[in-house]
């Protein structure tokens, strides 16, 4: 499964740029007195796929709420995308520069098809206004034929293109993993923020998202950042890593750097994934010690 190539699906529109795609540049957060991220400063280029890994109460989830402007005015510090600052910007304006998100519990219309939770990721991209819709059904008609065929072509790269007609409360939940996925990718994002898209999976649901994003940046030009606790499915997708403990990069690196090295070892052991609850205040004891 997962062999096929995305094929004409295009990404956002690429201005020239000579700099990194994504710059965290002394990103804190605080959530009254409690720091989630501290000075947090990292790059990632155009075409990586970027690991971010680290124990219990890391940051991890926080770092992509910073990014999806989910977090208001708790963000001090600076991210840049494509050279312009989105620190502080809403999640709508953030989408529309090109940054597609995925979340660890799925947010999907459990009532509708697995293809009408797809098509509402491209609701942004659809360049049409009401007038057109009431003098312009021709283009409207075209618009939204393409989406639905940008979708099918995901779905089928996905693998799950023969459940597009399903509904989505029905399907496992491995399979919604997916659909989040497929979902965020459908909208033809520059960067992809993928938020422990493997937690919840059993090992061959797990190899199964490796084998999708292995594809995907073979056959894209999409930058990924990949939170993720499976150290083996970041070792086969990410070709960089950053390891967080405490809101901080521990360390920096290949994959072999970062998690064969002692100081993240020792930061790892015993801890269990992130688990933000989802507007980028922290849930765990780490974070609020």
């Known amino acids: 499964?997962?062999?096929?190539?995305?094929?004409?699906?295009?990404?956002?529109?690429?201005?020239?740029?000579?700099?990194?795609l994504l710059a965290f540049r002394d990103v804190s957060v605080r959530f009254g007195g409690i720091a989630a991220l501290t000075d947090l400063t990292f790059e990632a280029e155009a075409g990586d796929v970027l690991g971010v890994v680290g124990p219990n109460g890391a940051g991890k989830s926080t770092m992509l709420n910073a990014v999806s402007g989910l977090l208001g005015n708790n963000a001090t510090g600076d991210i840049v995308f494509a050279g312009k600052s989105i620190?502080?910007?809403?999640?709508?304006?953030?989408?529309?520069?090109?940054?597609?998100?995925?979340?660890?519990d799925p947010p999907l219309i459990t009532q509708e098809t697995v293809l009408q939770n797809v098509l509402v990721g491209q609701h942004l991209r659809l360049q049409y206004s009401a007038a057109d819709q009431i003098w312009r059904r021709r283009k409207v008609a075209r618009l939204e034929g393409e989406a639905v065929q940008r979708a099918i072509n995901v779905l089928d790269f996905m693998g799950i293109a023969d459940l597009s007609g399903h509904v989505v409360g029905n399907l496992s939940y491995g399979t919604k993993k997916l659909i989040d996925i497929a979902r965020a990718v459908a909208a033809s994002p520059r960067l992809l923020l993928l938020d422990e898209p493997t937690s919840g999976l059993d090992a061959e649901e797990q190899l199964e998202v490796s084998r999708i994003l292995t594809a995907l940046h073979r056959t894209s030009e999409i930058t990924v950042v990949i939170v993720e606790h499976h150290l083996d499915v970041?070792?086969?997708?990410?070709?960089?890593?950053?390891?967080?403990q405490a809101g901080m990069v521990l360390a920096s690196g290949t994959p072999k750097e970062v998690l064969d090295s002692e100081q993240f070892q020792a930061a790892i052991i015993g801890d269990q994934p992130d688990s933000d609850n989802g507007n980028g205040a922290p849930s765990n004891r780490a974070e609020r010690e």
């Open 1 to 20: 499964m997962a062999e096929a190539s995305l094929g004409d699906l295009p990404v956002a529109a690429a201005p020239a740029y000579a700099g990194p």
């Open 87 to 104: 620190l502080g910007r809403s999640a709508v304006t953030v989408a529309r520069a090109g940054i597609g998100r995925s979340f660890q």
């Open 234 to 244: 970041v070792r086969t997708v990410a070709n960089k890593v950053i390891g967080l």
